[in-house]
């Protein structure tokens, strides 16, 4: 019961000093409207499209992000990874196929 006072004791003394700097403000107000574009940017890309293609969109940007996430953070290259890309990859493809016919 007292370490649990106490971690909340420190971790509201924590929090109450980032709270007074202004760099949090700032970056904490920059982050909620880069958040705030990102949504209107999905809605406009939504109605310039359709929901078919925002979802497709939506799947397939996972491909480039894995790729990136490889080559960035050094992760041994195994099969199942290559497999996993390779199948989504054709999944959209194969998808986008189907939507067009």
């Known amino acids: 019961m007292f ?4 971690t909340s ?3 509201h003394l924590i ?3 980032v ?3 202004p760099m949090f403000w700032i970056f904490a107000t920059g982050s909620g409207l880069l958040g705030l574009a990102i949504s209107f940017s999905s809605v406009w890309f939504l109605h310039q499209t359709g929901p078919t ?3 497709l969109v939506g799947s397939l940007n996972k491909i480039p992000i894995s790729v990136a996430g490889i080559l ?3 992760v041994p290259v195994s099969v199942e990874n290559l ?3 390779c199948f989504g990859l ?8 189907a939507k067009m016919s």
Do not use: M, R, V
């Open 9 to 11: 004791l420190t971790l």
């Open 72 to 74: 960035l953070f050094d």
């Open 3 to 6: 370490l649990h006072l106490q």
């Open 19 to 21: 709270i007074k700097d």
């Open 15 to 17: 929090c109450s000093e």
């Open 83 to 85: 497999c996993s890309i």
């Open 90 to 97: 054709f999944a959209g493809i194969f998808f986008a196929t």
């Open 53 to 55: 293609t925002y979802s």
